[in-house]
Structure formats: structure tokens, C-alpha cells
């Protein structure tokens, strides 16, 4: 064999080498890069099995990004559930993992998780109004008053509260406008410039049908926040009322 045979022959080895080389990198680096099969929430987590469903990407609708509720990963999510159901009498476990649920609309779930904080501490006052909170926005609006009654109790000068209990009858069917103008003229007494009231105000004299109360309420508004939220939309609703 010649010397030019022997130089070719090592370099064709080296080649071979160098190529083989950057096709295991290559391949390796595709697959650690590659992510990993999500596995379902119920045995990821240890969740039951008829357990709901929790979005892939663990945000809400209304939300962005890639990150769980609230900023948390799936991972986290499923841990503080499952902390919360293997610690039934861990008041911090519920109250995460009814903030979890409340972040992804999952109202019902919740509220599960907020009954059993309650029990734990019936005195806390975060969760007694969240147990109202979390029952309006599941549609449960005469449970979501005998929650805020019991908050209002504890703490009567609360404006928020009482215009959202005020809310409840205002949003149930039947409505009942009469108890929720009650409600927010009481709440009024105690903050006169309430923005929140006073837009809820108008809208229950306007589906009332009271017209010139409506238009009072109005203008109360308008001198409180010229650019609240909804006005042209208020303003248009009440000139139908009032025929003009």
C-alpha cells in the first residue's frame, strides 16, 4: 500500500469518525429537546380518576402566557391539590387550591375546597366572602346573599360586600330591584362616591324602569368618573327608558 493510500485511508476514517459523531449529537440534542408526553392530570398528580379535567396549559381563558394559574405550573397546580384533598384540615392547602380553581373558572371545585376552609376556620372573613364570590360567579345567587349576610355580620361596613349582595338579587331570576336598590342605597350612605354602586345603581333603576331615578343616578356617576367604565352604553339605556 502506498503512502498516498494510507493518507486516504486515514482520512476517510476521520471523516467517517467526525460524521458519525455529528449525527449522535444531532440526535440526541432533538431528543432531549423534545418535550416530554404530558401525562393526564389523574395520574400525574395523583388526582382521582373521574377528577375534572385541568386545562394542559393551566391558565384561563382570559389569561396569557405559558404558565399555570397564577403563574404556577402544572406541576404546582396538581401538588397543591393534591395537598389540599391528602390535608383535609390544612386551612392554607384549601385556601391554594380553591385560589387555583378560582383562577381557571372552576367555580364548583372551589367552592368544595372553600367549604372545608370554612370548617376549618368559620371566623375568617377572606373565606366567608370568597364563598360569596366564588357562588355568584357559578350562578348560585341566594346562596351567594346568605354568604354575604354572614360576611356583612362580621363586618357591616363593608361597601363592596353589601353592593354585591345587593348584586345577587339584581342578577337572580326573578330579579328583585326593589332589594337591590335597597342594598346600594345603603352602601351609598356609608361611601356616597361607591363608582361600583352607583353603576349598578343605574342599571337596576333602568331595568326597573325608573326612568328619572335612573337619569338621578346617572349623573351622580358622571360627576364621580366623566369616563366610567360602560357610560355611553348607561347613558343610551336610560334615554330609551325616558323616551328620548
Known amino acids: 500500500m502506498t503512502k498516498e493510500n494510507i493518507l486516504f485511508s486515514i482520512i476517510g476514517l476521520l471523516l467517517g469518525c467526525i460524521v458519525g459523531f455529528l449525527f449522535a449529537n444531532s440526535y440526541n440534542q432533538s431528543h432531549m429537546n423534545r418535550p416530554a408526553a404530558t401525562a393526564s392530570p389523574a395520574t400525574a398528580g395523583g388526582l382521582p380518576p373521574n377528577h375534572p379535567a385541568i386545562p394542559s396549559n393551566g391558565v384561563s381563558d382570559a389569561g396569557g402566557g405559558t404558565g399555570g394559574a397564577g ?28 385560589d387555583l380553581y378560582l383562577q381557571i373558572g372552576r367555580y364548583e371545585d372551589a367552592i368544595q375546597f372553600l367549604m372545608k376552609a370554612n370548617q376549618i376556620r368559620p371566623d375568617n372573613y377572606e373565606t366567608v366572602v370568597k364563598l360569596g364570590d366564588a357562588n355568584f360567579d357559578a350562578d348560585h345567587f341566594e346562596v351567594a346573599e346568605k354568604w354575604y349576610t354572614a360576611a356583612l355580620q362580621m363586618k357591616p361596613n363593608d361597601v363592596n360586600v353589601r353592593t354585591d349582595m345587593g348584586t345577587t338579587f339584581l342578577a337572580r331570576n326573578p330579579p328583585d330591584y326593589d332589594r337591590a336598590i335597597s342594598e346600594y342605597k345603603r352602601s351609598l350612605q356609608l361611601d356616597p362616591n361607591h363608582e361600583k354602586t352607583l353603576h349598578n345603581l343605574v342599571i337596576a333603576y333602568t331595568k326597573k324602569g325608573d326612568a328619572r331615578a335612573a337619569q338621578e343616578a346617572l349623573s351622580r356617576l358622571e360627576q364621580v368618573n366623566p369616563r366610567a367604565d360602560d357610560l355611553d352604553r348607561l347613558r343610551s339605556e336610560v334615554a330609551q327608558i325616558s323616551g328620548r
Do not use: L, T
Open 71 to 98: 403563574g404556577a405550573g402544572m406541576p404546582e397546580v396538581q401538588q397543591a391539590i393534591q395537598q389540599a384533598r391528602s390535608e383535609p384540615d390544612n386551612f392554607d392547602a384549601q385556601m391554594k387550591a380553591a
